[in-house]
C-alpha cells in the first residue's frame, strides 16, 4: 500500500503512514502530545488541527465532525486529527490549544493506613505427583494438599479455573500458587511461587472515571489512570443517561457497552504502567453513583428516575469478571460497593468508610463534589444523606474558558476591589490557557468581593472598567487579556458562567439546609470536602460565594477523591466492605425534591453568598453591598 | 431468486424450492421420512437418494460424500441428500434403506420412585409495591418477602437475574414464582403464579446421547429425545477422542462444542415436544463416563489417557449453564455427576445410586453395556468398579447389517441345528431391514449352538448348507435371503461381525473375573444388566456366548438405561446427588490393563462361551464340541 507523508508543524515531526492511518494516530506515533480527552473517538471535539497542505488528501468531513467545529474553524481549514484519515501527502498545523496538557500529577489518593485482609489472597503449594497406586484427579490432589498446609476447607473451584488445571499443575511440576477468593472459591492456580496479588479500584464518575491498580499483598497504589467517562456523548448528566437508555432502543445496551470500554481501556492502562499482565488483576472494586452503578452492571434504570425512585439492588453486589466482559482475571470477582438511595450510591458510601461519620462526637457536612453532589449531615447517632443536581459546573464544564487542571489552566488568582485588576497564577506558571474548576471559583468569589458580580449573580455592567463589557452573548468580564494568553483570545468569565456555578452551589447549600434540619443541627462543626476538586478549592472563596454553611474556616477539610479512596479500603479489607453494607443500610436518605421546603431553600440560596444567612466567619470579607441587595 | 422443481419417487410428492435449498431440506418440508442420523451434517451417510433427472442441477460432489459412497453406488447416481443443493430441477427416488424408520418408542426410563426433593424449587410470592415512605430496591423488597413467606434467607441473587429484575416484578405487579437453586440462589422470578418446574436429564454415551425432560414436580418424563453424539465422526472411541483432543490444533475446543451442540439439539426437542421455553429447563444433570464428562466440559483429557489415567476432577461439577452455552436458563445450573476413576465415569455412578449395590447382601454384577461398558462387583460390604473396551459391537456398529431398534430390525431367531433354516421375527413385523443389538447376539448364540461357529469364533465353513459361503471379504451365514428383505440383498453374519462380538464378550467377561477375584468371589448371586441395549438382550443368548460368568438365569436382570435413570434421580433429588458423590469417592476402582491375570482372563474369555469356566445354568443348551474344541 501507498505510504502517505505526513509533516506536523511547528514542530516540524514528519514521517511516512499507511493510507487510512488517521492524523491523531501519526502524531501519537511521531511523539506530538495532541490533546485528545475522548481517545480518538470523535465526540470530545479536542484534537483540533490545521491543514495547511493536502486537504484533498484527507477523507471528507462527516457531519458529526462538522458539529464540534465552528463555522470560523472550518473556513480556516480546522479538521478533528482523530476523524480525518490520510489517503496522500498532508502537512497540518496543531494550534496552541490542541497541544495535549500533561495531567498534572497530584497525590491521586490519601492512602489512608488500613488492616490489611483482602478478599483475594494467595497460597503457595506443593502437591505429590499422581501414580498408579495414588491416581487421584488434579482437583482433589490440590484440594487435600491445601488444607493439610493452609488449612483451607471446602473451596469451591472456578470452571475456568477447572479448563486450565491440569496444564498448570504440570508446567510448575506440581508446585503452584493458589489464589482464593474469600477464603471459599479458587479463581487463579499458577505454577511456582508468586508473591504479589492485585487489585484494580475504579471511581466511575458521571463525568470522569479514574481507576488505581493496588498491590494487595502492601496496600499501595502501583498505578492510576483517568479519563472520561465514554457516556458523556450520550448525555451529560444522570437523568439524560437515564432518558437515553429508557427511550433508545439498545440505549441501555450503548451506555453499559461504553462504560464496560472505558474500565477496560483503563484496566489496560494501569496494568501496562505496571508491567504485569491483565489476568494478574484478580479482584475489582467499583464506587459510582447510583445512575453509574446500574448502568455499569446493565441494571434497568428506568424507576430510579421517577418516583419513588426505586434503585434495583441496593446491597453489594459480586460478579464474576467475565459476566461483564471485564479484562481481567475472568474468574475474578467484581465488587460493587452498595448503594444508599436515590442517586446517593456506592461514591457516597467509598466516601463515608473512609471518611467514618459514625465515629464523630460532632456534627460533619460531607460534601463529594463531582457532576452529582452527594453530601451527608450527622455525626455517632445519626447519619442523613441526599443528592443534590450541581451539574458539571465545578468541574469547570460548561464554563466558557473551562480546562483540565493542566499546565496553563488559571488555578488562583485575586482582583482589586478598587481598580479591577487581576493577578493570577496557572499551573506550572505557564501563559493562560483556560480556568481550572478551583479558579473558577476563586474568580467568582474574587468578582463578588470586587462587586462585579452583584448579590444576585448579575455581573454590574455599570462598573467603569473596560473589563466588564457586553457581548453577543451577554456580559462578560476579561479575567486576562488576549496577548497575555496562549490560546490568542481574551479568557473570561461570562454571564452564563456565573448562573452555572450559581445554581451548582444553590443545589449543594439547599441539600446541605435540608439535611441539619432532619438532623436538628443549626450549625455544623466541620465541613468535609470529599472528590479531587474538594482538594484543590480555596475554602475561603467557596465560602464567600456560600457552597456551604457558615463555618470555622480551620474546620474546613479536604479529604480528596474519597470515594476512590473507600473503594480501595474496601479492596484492601473485607470489613471495610461489612461496614459499607452496614452503614449503606443504616444511613437515612432524604429525597431532597420532595421536602416542603426545597423550592425556597433553593432559591434562598441562588443569592451569593446566602439570602437570609449569615456568616460570622467570613463576614468581613463579604462586600458592603452583599445585604443590601435584597432587603 | 429462481424456484427450482423438485419430485421424490416412489411417493410422487414434488415441491419447488429456492435454488441453495438440499434435497434433504427439501424432502424433510415435503414429510418425505428420509433417514439422516447426523442431523444433516453430511457424516453418517444415511441419507442417500437416487438420482433420476437433474444430476447437472445439483452442486457437485465433494470428497466427504464421494467417501461414503461405494462405487457402485456413485455410477448408479446416487448422493447423499444433505450434500446435493439444488440449482435447477430435479427428480430423486428414495431408496428403501433410506426411509427413515420410526425408532420404536420404548418405555424411555424405569421411572423408579424417589421421594421428590429437586434441587430448583418455586415460591410464589406477592411484595408491597414500592412508594416515597417505602422506596427499597427491588432486591431487598424481593428478599424480604421471600423471607417473610418461606422462610427462606441468606439467598444470593445470580447476576441475569438481577438485570431482569426490574421489568419482571412491575410486569407481574408484584406477584411472582421465584426459583431458588439448592436453598442458597435465586435464579429465575416471573411474573405471576407458575406452578411446573422442569429439568433435563442426558446421558452422553460415546456413541449415542439420550435427553430427558422432567417435570421436577411430578418426577415424571415429559419428553424424551436421542441421537448420535456428534463427536463420533472425529472419532468413534474414547480413546480416539482423546488422541483428537491432544493431537489436533483446537481439537479440544471441536470436540466440546459438537457435544454441546448435540445437547443442545436434544434440549430443543424436548422443550418443543412439551411446548414450553428453553428458559423454562431451570436445571440440567448430566452423566457420561469421564471422557464424555471432560469433553463436555471442556477439560483437558490428556492425562486420562495415559497413565497414571488421572481426571481432572472426580466430585460433582456444578457450572452455570451460560458459561457452558447450554440453551437453557442462562442462570441455571449444570450438575454433572461425579466420576470414579480411570474411564469409570458419572455414568457408572448414575447406575450405582439407580440399582443402589450397596443396600444388598448378596453379591451383584452390574453391567453397563455402552461403546464403553462399566463393571462394577460387590454388595454392602464392599464395591469394586471397572472400564471394558468393549467397542461399539453390541450396540449394532461395526455390524456389517447392523442397525437400529427400528421397523425392519431382526430381534429374535431361531436356527434348526439339523437344517440350518432361520426362522426370525422383526421389530413391527416388517421384512427385515438389518439387525439389531439384541439380534446380533441371539444370532450368535443361535449360530454357535447350531455347530455354525466353532467354540474359537471360527464360521464352520464344511457345513453343508448353502447359507455358509466365502465370500472376497471371508466366510458369513446367511440370516435371510434377498427375495424376502426390505433392502434387496442377503442379511448375513460375517466372519468379521462374529469377531467384533467376540472381542467386546471377551473384554466384559475379563473384567468381571478379575473384579470377582478383587472381591473373593467365586460365583455372583445376581447380574443385573443395564444400558437400553441390556433391556431387550435374550439373557440365554448371552450367557451362551459367555457375555459374563454364569449365573441362575433367573436372577439375571435388565434395569434399562440405569445411567440416565441416575440422572433423573440426582435431577429430583437432592440426596441422590449426595449417595452419588459418597459412592464416586468409596468405590474402589481397578485399572484392569495392569492386572497380572488380565492377558490370560482376556485370552480364555475369547472362547464361545470360555476356554475353562463352565456353565452349569446353561449347559444343556451348549453344543457337544464346546469343550472339546480347546481341549
Known amino acids: 500500500m501507498a505510504k502517505c507523508k505526513v509533516v506536523f508543524q511547528p514542530s516540524g515531526r514528519r514521517g511516512e503512514f499507511e493510507e487510512g492511518t488517521t492524523l491523531l494516530e501519526a502524531a501519537k506515533s511521531l511523539g506530538i502530545p495532541l490533546e485528545s480527552l475522548c481517545g480518538g473517538e470523535g465526540w470530545c471535539g479536542k484534537c483540533k488541527v490545521i491543514i495547511e497542505k493536502g486537504m484533498e488528501n484527507l477523507t471528507p468531513m462527516g457531519s458529526a465532525e462538522a458539529k464540534l467545529l465552528t463555522d470560523r474553524e472550518i473556513a480556516a481549514n480546522y479538521r478533528l486529527a482523530c476523524r480525518a484519515a490520510i489517503k496522500g501527502d498532508v502537512v497540518a498545523s496543531v494550534p496552541e490549544v490542541s497541544v495535549a496538557a500533561v495531567q498534572v500529577v497530584r497525590k491521586p489518593l490519601l492512602e489512608l493506613p488500613v488492616e ?37 476447607k471446602n473451596l469451591k473451584v472456578d470452571y475456568e479455573v477447572l479448563k486450565s488445571l491440569p496444564e498448570t499443575l504440570r508446567e510448575g511440576e506440581w508446585k503452584v500458587t493458589v489464589t482464593v477468593w474469600d477464603g471459599k472459591e479458587i479463581v487463579k492456580v499458577e505454577p511456582g511461587k508468586v508473591e504479589d496479588v492485585y487489585g484494580v479500584a475504579i471511581d466511575i464518575g458521571t463525568t470522569t472515571m479514574v481507576g488505581f491498580l493496588i498491590n494487595l499483598k502492601t496496600g499501595r497504589i502501583v498505578s492510576h489512570y483517568s479519563m472520561m467517562n465514554p457516556q458523556v456523548p450520550l448525555g451529560e448528566d444522570v437523568m439524560s443517561r437515564i432518558t437515553h437508555a429508557i427511550l433508545k432502543e439498545d440505549g441501555l445496551e450503548q451506555l453499559h457497552e461504553r462504560v464496560i470500554r472505558g474500565v477496560n481501556f483503563i484496566i489496560s492502562k494501569l496494568v501496562e504502567a505496571a508491567e504485569i499482565k491483565p489476568e494478574d488483576v484478580c479482584e475489582v472494586v467499583l464506587v459510582g453513583n447510583t445512575c453509574m452503578h446500574h448502568l455499569f452492571l446493565k441494571l434497568y434504570p428506568e424507576y430510579l428516575g421517577k418516583s419513588p425512585f426505586t434503585p434495583v439492588v441496593h446491597d453489594a453486589v459480586n460478579v464474576k469478571a467475565r459476566d461483564l466482559k471485564l479484562q481481567v482475571l475472568a474468574s475474578g470477582n467484581v465488587h460493587f460497593l452498595p448503594i444508599e438511595a ?35 449531615v450527622g455525626n455517632r447517632e445519626k447519619l442523613f444523606s441526599a443528592s443534590c443536581a450541581t451539574g458539571p459546573a465545578f468541574e469547570g464544564a460548561h464554563i466558557k474558558y473551562g480546562m483540565r487542571a493542566a499546565p496553563g489552566a488559571i488555578e488562583d488568582l485575586k482582583i482589586d476591589p478598587e481598580t479591577f485588576e487581576v493577578t493570577y497564577e496557572t499551573i506550572g506558571g505557564e501563559k493562560p490557557r483556560g480556568i481550572c474548576g478551583s479558579g473558577i471559583i476563586k474568580a467568582i468569589a474574587e468578582m463578588f468581593k470586587a462587586g462585579i458580580i452583584l448579590p444576585s449573580g448579575k455581573i454590574n455592567v455599570e462598573l467603569s472598567t473596560r473589563r466588564v463589557r457586553e457581548t453577543s452573548e451577554g456580559s462578560e468580564f476579561v479575567l486576562v487579556w488576549r496577548d497575555e494568553t496562549a490560546i490568542g483570545e481574551d479568557i473570561t468569565v461570562t454571564q452564563k458562567d456565573v448562573r452555572a456555578i450559581q445554581l451548582a452551589k444553590a443545589a449543594l447549600y439547599c441539600g446541605a439546609k435540608i439535611l441539619m434540619k432532619h438532623f436538628g443541627a443549626e450549625k455544623v462543626d466541620e465541613v468535609v470536602l470529599a472528590g479531587a476538586f474538594g482538594t484543590y478549592i480555596d475554602k475561603e472563596a467557596a465560602m464567600v460565594i456560600g457552597m456551604f454553611p457558615d463555618c470555622d474556616l480551620n474546620k474546613v477539610v479536604s479529604v480528596g477523591n474519597a470515594a476512590g479512596e473507600g473503594a480501595r479500603l474496601a479492596l484492601l479489607s473485607k470489613e471495610k466492605r461489612e461496614e459499607a453494607r452496614r452503614i449503606a443500610r443504616t444511613i437515612k436518605y432524604i429525597e431532597l425534591s420532595i421536602d416542603p421546603d426545597f423550592q425556597r431553600e433553593f432559591m434562598e440560596a441562588m443569592v451569593f453568598p446566602h439570602m437570609k444567612d449569615s456568616f460570622p466567619h467570613i463576614q468581613h470579607l463579604l462586600p458592603k453591598t452583599s445585604k443590601e441587595g435584597f432587603k
Open 342 to 376: 436515590g442517586f446517593v450510591g456506592a461514591d457516597n458510601v467509598g466516601v463515608l468508610i473512609a471518611t467514618e461519620p459514625w465515629k464523630k462526637e460532632h456534627v460533619q457536612l460531607i460534601i463529594d463534589i463531582g457532576t452529582n453532589g452527594e453530601i451527608v
Open 116 to 152: 490489611l485482609n483482602p478478599a483475594v489472597k494467595k497460597y503457595y503449594v506443593e502437591l505429590p505427583p499422581p501414580s498408579l497406586e495414588d491416581p487421584t484427579g488434579d482437583v482433589e490432589r490440590l484440594l487435600a494438599s491445601l488444607e493439610a498446609a493452609h488449612g483451607l
